[in-house]
């Protein structure tokens, strides 16, 4: 499976981004599909992740509340809404997917093996 992220750019404290995570070659149904930033200096970390089955409901605790993972199985899509954002957020954001991760490494990046191509988020203060 190829993933395409999108949507990323530059939005002051406060705003909202959307991405996208565009998947092309195989259905994702069937595939945990998650989000992960990394900032420079920083090592890759889990932001958002929906299971096997489609259960949109991983999220790590700083974004909790404000971002929202969701995925379209007949567009074969992936989305974050980031709400809120804070200058802390400003990373480089890429998706993942798997068909045979188990659950206790949703939040782990290296239980993934097809990622996307990154893409830039950058919020200013």
């Known amino acids: 499976v190829q993933l395409q992220a999108s949507g990323g750019g530059l939005v002051q404290a406060g705003g909202s981004l959307r991405l996208s995570c565009a998947a092309s070659?195989?259905?994702?149904?069937?595939?945990?599909t998650g989000w992960f930033r990394q900032a420079p200096g920083k090592e890759r970390e889990f932001v958002a992740g929906?299971?096997?089955?489609?259960?949109?409901?991983y999220y790590a605790d700083s974004v909790k509340g404000r971002f929202i993972i969701s995925r379209d199985n007949a567009k074969n899509t992936v989305y974050l809404q980031m709400n809120s954002l804070k200058p802390e957020d400003t990373a480089v954001y890429y998706c993942?997917?798997?068909?045979?991760?188990?659950?206790?490494?949703?939040?782990?990046?290296?239980?993934?093996?097809?990622w996307g191509q990154g893409t830039q988020v950058t919020v200013s203060s």
């Open positions: 993942a997917a798997d068909s045979s991760i188990i659950a206790s490494r949703y939040r782990d990046y290296e239980g993934y093996d097809y």
């Open positions: 070659g195989r259905t994702l149904r069937g595939y945990a």
């Open positions: 929906c299971s096997r089955n489609n259960l949109c409901t």
